[in-house]
């Protein structure tokens, strides 16, 4: 069973949806999660990280986080084309310097 | 703008021809990492250093080396490359003050061995 647990996709969904992504971890010493965006042929850029169960909000993006189920989403509002790449969840054991990443959810927005 | 730069972006080589992958940085950060991303694959992290101090993943095989030669710089080396090493390779930094939650990364260098 792998650490965590991403569904690759694809997803997609038209412009302007509530875009949902997750992920599930068996880890419970992750204590912070990240969310890393990544278009094609690019290095992941880091949209957001968190520390604390709960909502975590920036702009059209909110990153949840459940450590009582070990569960973490991505909601992105009013989603636009500029969004559609592979999104990337990743997390880490505070004092750790190995990050551990899901496998990547695959999303297109269609015009 | 403060930022990872990985060069070349692209690289071709023939099987078991050395190659230099490079990395530098202009975040001042004291972490650097490298991770070999293969398509529709997370990345898998080969090894970083934290300040001088390397630190090699258990899995990650003989033929990559790394050098860091000063703050700025991290090096990528692969000495024989073979036909499963074709990858995308990511560099990336964090700052040990903010923990290692926060890694940046460069661009990426894709690499073809033909």
């Known amino acids: 069973q792998k650490e965590v647990e991403q569904d690759p996709g694809p997803l997609s969904v038209p412009e302007g949806a509530i875009v949902s992504l997750n992920c599930t971890y068996s880890n419970s010493a992750f204590q912070y999660f990240m969310w890393y965006r990544q278009y094609s042929r690019k290095g992941p850029e880091l949209l957001m990280y968190?520390?604390?169960?709960g909502n975590k909000e920036d702009g059209r993006f909110t990153a949840q986080v459940d450590k009582s189920s070990k569960y973490i989403s991505l909601f992105i509002r009013d989603s636009q084309p500029s969004d559609s790449a592979t999104y990337l969840c990743?997390?880490?054991?505070?004092?750790?310097?190995?990050?551990?990443f899901g496998q990547g959810t695959r999303l297109t927005i269609n015009p | 703008d403060a930022m990872v730069i990985q060069n070349p972006r692209y690289q071709v080589t023939q099987f078991g021809k050395p190659v230099t992958l490079s990395c530098s940085q202009t975040l001042n950060h004291n972490v650097m990492y490298w991770y070999q991303q293969k398509s529709s694959q997370a990345p898998k992290l080969l090894f970083h250093?934290?300040?001088?101090?390397?630190?090699n993943e258990a899995d990650t095989p003989d033929n990559f080396q790394s050098r860091r030669p000063n703050t700025s710089f991290c090096f990528l080396d692969i000495r024989s490359p073979g036909l499963g090493d074709a990858a995308m390779y990511l560099c990336?930094?964090?700052?040990?003050?903010?923990?290692?939650?926060?890694?940046?990364f460069g661009p990426g260098t894709r690499l073809l061995v033909l």
């Open positions: 990336a930094t964090s700052r040990e003050d903010r923990g290692s939650e926060t890694q940046y």
């Open positions: 250093y934290y300040d001088k101090d390397f630190n």
């Open positions: 990743a997390m880490i054991i505070q004092g750790a310097q190995k990050l551990v």
């Open positions: 968190t520390y604390s169960s």
